[in-house]
């Protein structure tokens, strides 16, 4: 395999996007860093590098292992990433799927009133 390969050829490749045009999107709108700093999907990475993608409510954290340009089945992506997410984040996360009850279903439309004054009770607001 080469040396340094693009952003978001890496990503589709390790299979962290299912396209690598998301990827390229995910790039140009800011949620792909390379240790801290944002990329743009033509930068190249390499072994080594420390990957953060933001998918709300989170940012993932992942280490490059090693170099692929091609998409690979998702047993053999482990020796081309490591997830290192801290579990504060992971916490955040589990939290998320506790909470899943409060969230309205989409087109729903505003609470009525009783369900507006059992929500300010579980709040005590």
Not at 52 to 73: F, G, H, N, S, W
Not at 108 to 122: H, N, V
Request: glycine share 6%.
């Amino acid at each position: 395999m080469g040396n340094k390969v693009r952003i978001d050829k890496w990503l589709w490749a390790v299979r962290l996007y299912k396209t690598r045009s998301l990827a390229t999107e995910e790039c140009g709108k800011g949620r792909v860093m390379i240790d801290g700093m944002p990329a743009k999907a033509s930068r190249e990475i390499k072994v080594g590098d420390k990957v953060q993608i933001r998918k709300p409510p989170i940012v993932r954290t992942y280490e490059v292992l090693d170099i692929a340009e091609k998409r690979m089945a998702a047993k053999l992506t482990e020796g081309f990433v490591r997830d290192i997410t801290p579990a504060e984040q992971l916490e955040i996360l589990e939290m998320q799927k506790h909470m899943s009850w409060f969230q309205r279903d989409k087109g729903a439309g505003r609470p009525t009133k009783k369900e507006r004054r059992d929500l300010d009770d579980f709040f005590e607001i």
